[in-house]
């Protein structure tokens, strides 16, 4: 007998949908349907050729706002479909006009737009699958009035812990909105210090003290948000926040030391992102990057340094670049005695002046331009030194003194000027012939 009824039931629903799709207002719909989505079709390839960025891929290093519209191309179809998708449903609902078939377009269409989101801005492989496969058919549910009744059933599957009511909805729903606060908190993280750090009218050092504190804010509302989520009662954060002083007091005085050291560093302009800097310990390297506890210091010879934020503060350092990038070298060598040295300090200096990193020139200071001087009176010849200045540090691609020493040797050779090396001259003061006495046995 309940068979029956189901087959009964079930062409009930047949007939429904048969009379359904004949009908006066099936057909209306379904023309409705096609011209907004041709409609939808022309707009778009309309605002495509318009809209230069549209059509142009970002260059490297383009702004994150750049790289945004490029991408959003593809979903431009789909949005203004859903805009006019919804406007048609308004308005019927407006006339009392049952637009049933309106209402499926509209969510076949939210869900195509939101699968073209997901293709053109997410990156990673793993987040689009999960997107796709877990977050759609969530937004699908919710769609079609479906979720409600989903919610239900695993609110009913749970297991209690003590005074603890553990259900599955709730591990689900935790599970789900905590990595999607975790991924949406990396990549916001990242477009806006990026939309900071483009802020062309803001200093370096501003740009990266908003970037560091909007990096913090991000996090503790991302924190925030899962624990409403789970449930917690924010007003134990009372207790948890004194907790938490107690654990800074004793272990994790570090932490925020260097936290606030990084703070203090960006605040007071004594380091910016750029400057060559050398630490107490004899490392070197450029600053690339501060972070929450430490700074990346960038060496020529590929390494990436992690100097924690405290040590700038506590220990000596040398900046090479914060007010000048202009620095100051010498190179040394020495000249036999022999040797004019008037005529021979101005043929180096004229040598070295023509390198191309080398600042020289009628129009530089005199202080600035090359300068050859006597260092000293050594054991074999002249010691001789040349001071010069150049922009930036000589090393890397600026690498200069190996070049100037080339320079000054070849010169050297081309004017038959004597390069000394040690020597030592043996005179031997007694040159009668030793005898040889033999003794008798």
């Known amino acids: 007998m309940e068979f029956d009824d189901l087959i009964i039931l079930m062409e009930e629903n047949l007939k429904l949908v048969r009379n359904a799709i004949v009908s006066v207002d099936f057909a209306i719909q379904v023309g409705v349907i096609l011209?907004?989505?041709?409609?939808?079709?022309?707009?778009?390839?309309?605002?495509?050729?318009?809209?230069?960025?549209?059509?142009?891929?970002?260059?490297?290093?383009?702004?994150?706002?750049?790289?945004?519209?490029?991408?959003?191309?593809?979903?431009?179809?789909?949005?203004?479909?859903?805009?006019?998708?919804?406007?048609?449903?308004?308005?019927?609902?407006?006339?009392?006009?049952?637009?049933?078939?309106?209402?499926?377009?509209?969510?076949?269409?939210?869900?195509?737009?939101?699968?073209?989101?997901?293709?053109?801005?997410?990156?990673?492989?793993?987040?689009?699958?999960?997107?796709?496969?877990?977050?759609?058919?969530?937004?699908?549910?919710?769609?079609?009035?479906?979720?409600?009744?989903?919610?239900?059933?695993?609110?009913?599957?749970?297991?209690?812990?003590?005074?603890?009511?553990?259900?599955?909805?709730?591990?689900?729903?935790?599970?789900?909105?905590?990595?999607?606060?975790?991924?949406?908190?990396?990549?916001?993280?990242?477009?806006?210090?990026?939309?900071i750090r483009n802020h062309k009218a803001l200093d370096i050092t501003t740009r990266e003290v908003f970037a560091k504190l909007f990096e913090v804010a991000l996090y503790c509302l991302a924190f925030l948000l899962l624990l409403n989520i789970m449930g917690v009662n924010l007003t134990a954060l009372a207790v948890f926040g004194g907790a938490l002083g107690v654990g800074l007091g004793l272990g994790l005085q570090t932490i925020a030391s260097n936290f606030i050291s990084g703070i203090i560093i960006l605040l007071d302009r004594s380091l910016t992102v750029g400057d060559y800097v050398e630490l107490e310990d004899g490392s070197k390297g450029f600053v690339r990057e501060f972070k929450m506890r430490y700074a990346v210091l960038e060496t020529y010879d590929g390494k990436d340094i992690l100097v924690p934020n405290e040590k700038f503060i506590s220990s000596l350092l040398i900046n090479w670049t914060h007010k000048d990038p202009k620095q100051r070298y010498r190179i040394d060598f020495s000249v036999a005695y022999k040797t004019d040295i008037r005529a021979m300090v101005e043929i180096i200096k004229e040598a070295v002046s023509e390198h191309p990193q080398v600042i020289s020139g009628d129009d530089v200071p005199f202080e600035e331009r090359p300068d050859c001087e006597i260092d000293s009176f050594g054991d074999s010849g002249v010691n001789m030194f040349v001071e010069f200045w150049m922009d930036g540090v000589d090393d890397g691609k600026n690498r200069v003194g190996g070049d100037l020493l080339l320079i000054v040797f070849e010169t050297l050779r081309k004017h038959n000027i004597e390069i000394p090396f040690p020597q030592r001259e043996v005179r031997v003061l007694n040159e009668e012939p030793i005898s040889l006495r033999q003794t008798s046995p």
Request: proline letters at 3%; aromatic letters at 12%; a positive charge.
């Open 35 to 195: 011209l907004i989505y041709l409609l939808g079709y022309l707009l778009a390839a309309q605002l495509k050729k318009r809209i230069s960025f549209l059509n142009n891929p970002p260059a490297d290093g383009a702004h994150v706002l750049r790289s945004f519209g490029f991408n959003l191309k593809g979903a431009l179809f789909p949005i203004l479909t859903i805009l006019l998708l919804k406007l048609s449903t308004v308005l019927s609902n407006k006339y009392q006009f049952d637009a049933w078939l309106l209402n499926v377009a509209l969510v076949v269409a939210v869900m195509i737009f939101l699968n073209s989101c997901i293709k053109a801005f997410i990156k990673s492989n793993t987040v689009a699958i999960f997107l796709r496969w877990v977050g759609l058919p969530i937004i699908f549910m919710h769609l079609v009035g479906v979720l409600p009744f989903v919610i239900e059933a695993l609110e009913s599957i749970s297991i209690s812990l003590g005074n603890v009511q553990v259900s599955a909805y709730g591990l689900t729903r935790v599970l789900i909105f905590g990595a999607l606060l975790f991924w949406l908190g990396r990549a916001s993280n990242t477009i806006g210090q990026d939309l």
